[in-house]
């Protein structure tokens, strides 16, 4: 079967070398396992630690590969999008032209295989429009990232964003929202990590999603397609909350409204996660995605075969509204493997 994963990482690794000569946070330094640890800022539990794995795009293909079907990836950045708005001006705008020509030149080398999404650095409205027209037009990337908060300030409903929200409503681009673990750090420390990475990047992504909601963003922008990451987050399953509390934002439709103008993956570690996310948006808005290398696909692949989709459903989530929503130039062919697998 051709299938297009709509949520996968691949991070450059000369964007993390530069991270590597900063002598101050945010920085990096290589890990020993072949990979980066990433660090947002003195005294927080913000680190991303990831090996090797996220650093080969050809290893990773080798790994899909595997799986007996033929897939294409769709390329976001991930929780490292924070960090484009937490450096210095100039350096997040270096930085971020820097990834996305890393992108671009990985979506010449794999054509019709690799599409990718754009860094953009937020804390300067004009800066922004400048690396996204950027992107867009001179390196053909498919898509923006969106970070759950621009560097520490969650608001990114501000209104000093509104044109950059009303240009990707315009060109019909794809905002990928995904949690960065720059927030909530506070009340989700220890355990290893494990409360936060379970729990906190769940209620960041909602939150990010709910500002652009009762701000009337979501209102504003008709046009505008916010990719909710991991399977919209907690908001499917609080959605009456949202319509009973949130009458004081004054928006001429409930919340929920809204919310399932927006799209999701399949990112949930569980049949039945998945199964609601199709029943809250439609399974027209949701997209198969895997998360990898954080989630494994083939775990993902094992839940939806739980779900007892029609073939016409598996179409819709595996590829037709991947193409669809993200504006893919990209033709399926009928059930090839890769050669690789073959």
């Not at 954080?294 to 598996?314: F, G, Q, R, T, V």
């Amino acid at each position: 079967m051709h299938i297009i994963d709509s949520h996968f990482h691949w991070w450059p690794r000369s964007v993390m070398d530069e991270m590597c000569k900063r002598r101050e946070f945010p920085s990096s330094v290589p890990n020993e396992r072949g990979g980066y640890t990433t660090t947002l800022r003195a005294g927080i539990d913000c680190v991303l630690s990831g090996g090797a794995e996220w650093y080969d795009l050809d290893a990773q293909f080798e790994h899909m590969d595997k799986l007996g079907h033929q897939v294409d990836a769709v390329g976001s950045i991930g929780p490292f999008s924070v960090f484009f708005s937490a450096l210095p001006l100039s350096e997040g705008r270096a930085l971020a032209v820097q990834w996305n020509e890393e992108m671009s030149a990985a979506q010449r080398r794999h054509p019709g295989r690799f599409f990718a999404s754009a860094a953009i650095p937020f804390q300067d409205e004009t800066l922004a429009m400048e690396v996204l027209e950027d992107a867009i037009g001179r390196l053909g990337l498919m898509g923006v990232n969106l970070p759950g908060s621009i560097g520490f300030d969650p608001n990114i409903d501000a209104e000093r964003l509104q044109p950059f929200y009303a240009r990707c409503a315009e060109l019909g681009l794809p905002i990928f929202l995904h949690p960065t673990d720059a927030m909530f750090n506070n009340m989700l420390t220890g355990y290893a990590g494990a409360l936060h990475s379970s729990l906190g990047r769940v209620v960041e992504v909602s939150v990010a999603a709910m500002r652009l909601v009762l701000s009337g963003t979501m209102e504003r922008h008709p046009g505008l397609k916010i990719i909710m990451s991991h399977t919209g987050g907690a908001l499917p399953y609080q959605s009456g909350r949202m319509d009973k509390n949130t009458k004081a934002a004054k928006l001429s439709k409930p919340a929920s409204h809204y919310m399932k103008q927006m799209y999701t993956d399949t990112v949930s570690p569980h049949a039945a996660g998945i199964r609601f996310a199709i029943d809250y948006y439609g399974i027209d808005r949701v997209m198969y995605g895997t998360d990898y290398p954080c989630w494994s696909p083939a775990e993902c692949l094992a839940y939806i075969d739980d779900l007892n989709l029609s073939d016409d459903e598996k179409q819709k989530l595996f590829f037709d509204n991947a193409k669809r929503i993200l504006n893919l130039p990209i033709n399926q062919k009928s059930d090839v493997r890769r050669a690789a697998a073959a």
